[in-house]
């Protein structure tokens, strides 16, 4: 799940008075995906989301700092469900997108690295957006397609990396294709050996937390550098043979 910061958009308010005008600002601080499952959605499939439900909590129906984006199936599924905030992580407050993996056919996974702590808040974040559900799961309804689009992503994703390892196609393209697709964390999955491709969808979904991601842009540095050094070497190597 993408990890995001809705202090990066500036021109916000602190309160929203019917709290449905807080939408548009809403999606251009985070572009316009569920904060949860990630899908692309029109506005019109997007809601104001309550981090705390409006019903328990009155005092933050109006708050900024309460408001995420989701889609009908998430803002469904997550109802009036208390948060307990000791024991989940929530993309706006946590790195969300490194304890999990996602499988042929999108199927999101906790990684088996992941201390046993962590993996009981993510799997309570997975609980309380049924982001496992699919056919089979004994909750799973019919009106929940977003297993459908996950799988869609993912399979685009794959077909893209290969296409761009064959240099088939450029970095430009795949994030277009990612932004008109969503899943942001299926791209970035998918392109796991590419930092080039992961910064650049880090860079390009808007209100992603880069504080989470720094180590990338690291890593690209060091290759370069390596790569600047082992140049001449190589050159030299060239010229002995
Ligand atoms: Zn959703």
């Known amino acids: 799940m993408r990890p995001v910061d809705k202090n990066l958009f500036t021109l916000n308010k602190t309160t929203y008075k019917p709290y449905g005008d807080a939408k548009p600002d809403l999606i251009s601080a985070l572009g316009n995906f569920c904060s949860y499952c990630e899908r692309e ?10 981090i705390e439900d409006k019903s328990t909590h009155p005092l933050k129906t109006y708050d900024w700092d309460n408001f995420l984006i989701a889609c009908k199936n998430c803002n469904s599924i997550k109802g009036t469900e208390l948060v307990d905030f000791p024991n989940i992580i929530l993309p706006y407050l946590s790195n969300t997108f490194s304890p999990f993996e996602y499988l042929e056919s999108g199927l ?54 290969d296409k761009f390892i064959n240099k088939k196609c450029d970095i430009e393209t795949i994030v277009d294709l990612a932004l008109k697709s969503g899943f942001w964390s299926i791209w970035m999955n998918a392109f796991n050996d590419c930092t080039n491709v992961q910064i650049a969808l880090i860079n390009s979904f808007a209100g992603t937390n880069k504080s989470h991601f720094t180590n990338l842009s690291k890593q690209k540095k060091n290759n370069f550098t390596l790569k600047f050094l082992l140049y001449p070497i190589c050159k030299i190597l060239k010229r002995m043979k």
Not at 41 to 50: K, M, N, Q, R
Not at 111 to 131: E, F, M
């Open 108 to 161: 999101i996974k906790i990684k088996s690295k992941v201390d046993p702590v962590s993996a009981s808040k993510a799997q309570n974040l997975i609980n309380l957006i049924g982001l496992d559900r699919r056919p089979g799961h004994s909750k799973f309804s019919i009106k929940d397609d977003r297993w459908q689009e996950r799988k869609q992503a993912w399979e685009l994703s794959k077909r893209y990396h």
């Open 41 to 50: 959605g029109y506005s019109s499939a997007l809601d104001v989301e309550h």
